[in-house]
């Protein structure tokens, strides 16, 4: 394994969770709202409440700072900070708080039935409100601050509008990659030197939200749960897109140009035939799962960047993209992965709308995964001769593509303990080999 890759070596923490474990039990002692609001996100979203905080705001004194520095903390200014862990930071202050991230401040405080000033205007990088007791509510941007940047209305409402383009963007160009990269490329560009980089990704990933929930029921579904409550998808943990091998460099380019940048790397094996890289935007909190078909010796170059030679035949994600069309374009995400409490989404969702999931492909102390059973999309004729005409797919798997579409997209429930931030390669290697789509053709 390159340097690069072993670069990124993550482990859980569990001194730090101990820790914050702690200092959230503190406010829960201290303010009786903070309970039932756990539970009501327990009971009605199947989520937890540690996973909705965004910082914790108290007096550090000598030994709690020693404490945060032991588990593993850092200190910038007034704000500790783990950097190799999922955890909120802690900010040095007089005044108590503990702060919950949501997507939109009005929203939480309508469905809370709650009227507080909203410090920062509306459609703006930052807004914060006091909810009840210690409690208070932010919703952020692309900016990682404690005020209000105070950007101006003008900007403000002209993020709506640069929201509306994303949201209404162009996505099939009929196979002509140089002009659905170049259109892509000059939004984004304009955007940008409108309103800068972080903002721009925040709006940009809003809109790819809306369009896989378009095409997921269980995303939809879960979305209404979460917005009964007024919290929306903060709680996402990472959006995984397909991409081909031909346009893999591009992709990977226009992440870059919104301020991701390169993590660690997968190979799922030789059996798997797929890889990926994933990249974190920080000011955002989005990262994203970039899959591609490729074998094992690709994974040791620079493919992010020098993209791949043209092979032939197709691997589970590859097949995908022709069944599909792109993430980035025709198709969408294949799935968001949110943070929730595991065994209760999976039950919830089951007895409210009959939305069952899949086997766990990962099942540890420190991260349980498993997607939700596949949103089926009809795949066009044009699509399914051509991959007949390679050889790529049977003539019975064409039938079943035809009579049945093929799996699309799914919700992916994630369940995080002691702040780990890493993925389970063996477990990703599995699943993605059980939803080859022409495995599930053959089974039918």
């Known amino acids: 394994m390159n340097e690069e890759v072993s670069n990124f070596y993550w482990k859980p923490c569990p001194d730090g969770q101990l820790l914050l474990d702690e200092l959230v039990r503190d406010f829960f002692d201290k303010n009786p ?4 609001m756990a539970a009501a996100m327990k009971e009605k979203t199947g989520t937890r409440f540690f996973d909705w905080i965004d910082y914790l705001q108290l007096p550090v004194g000598g030994q709690l700072s020693q404490r945060l520095g032991d588990a593993g903390f850092e200190k910038d200014g007034d704000v500790w900070e783990h950097h190799g862990a999922l955890f909120p930071r802690v ?3 007089s005044e108590r ?4 991230k949501v997507e939109s401040v009005a929203d939480f405080l309508a469905a809370q039935n709650v009227q507080s000033k909203i410090e920062g ?3 703006g990088t930052f807004r914060l409100a006091h909810f009840k007791e210690e409690l208070w509510v932010v919703e952020r941007h692309g900016y990682r601050g404690f005020s209000d940047p105070e950007v101006g209305s003008a900007k403000a409402i002209r993020s709506q509008e640069i929201l509306e383009t994303f949201r209404s963007r162009k996505r099939d160009f009929c196979g002509d990659d140089e002009a659905a990269f170049s259109d892509i490329n000059s939004e984004i560009d304009a955007a940008i030197g409108e309103l800068g980089r972080d903002w721009v990704c925040d709006l940009f990933f809003a809109a790819e939200r809306d369009f896989w929930m378009r095409r997921n029921r269980a995303g939809r579904v879960q979305k209404a749960r979460q917005d009964a409550l007024g919290l929306g998808w903060a709680n996402h943990d990472h959006h995984t897109y ?3 091998r031909k346009t893999f460099h591009h992709v990977i380019g226009i992440f870059e140009k919104l301020g991701f940048t390169c993590r660690e790397r997968f190979y799922a094996g030789a059996q798997a035939g797929w890889g990926a ?3 974190e935007q920080k000011a955002t909190g989005i990262t994203i799962f970039a899959d591609v078909d490729m074998t094992a010796e690709e994974v040791t170059g620079d493919f992010a960047h020098e993209g791949f030679v043209a092979k032939e035949g197709l691997g589970t994600v590859g097949l995908w993209c022709e069944l599909h069309g792109e993430s980035f374009f025709e198709a969408g995400m294949h799935h968001l992965e949110a943070q929730f409490d595991f065994d209760s989404l999976r039950d919830q969702l089951m007895a409210e709308s009959g939305i069952g999931m899949m086997k766990p492909f990962t099942d540890f102390v420190y991260l349980r995964q498993q997607f939700s059973e596949g949103e089926r999309w009809p795949v066009d004729e044009a699509r399914i001769q051509k991959l007949l005409d390679s050889a790529d797919i049977t ?3 064409a039938a079943t593509f035809r009579r049945d579409g093929a799996v699309g997209s799914h919700l992916e429930n994630l369940e995080r303990n002691d702040g780990f931030k890493g993925f389970n390669q063996t477990g990703i290697s599995d699943i993605i080999e ?3 789509a022409r495995k599930l053709a053959d089974s039918n």
């Open 277 to 279: 890289q994933i990249v």
């Open 242 to 244: 397909r991409c081909r």
């Open 91 to 93: 900010r040095e202050c």
């Open 121 to 123: 205007i509306p459609f």
């Open 395 to 397: 003539e019975k798997q």
């Open 33 to 36: 709202s903070a309970g039932l």
């Open 97 to 100: 708080r503990l702060v919950l």
């Open 434 to 436: 059980r939803t080859d």
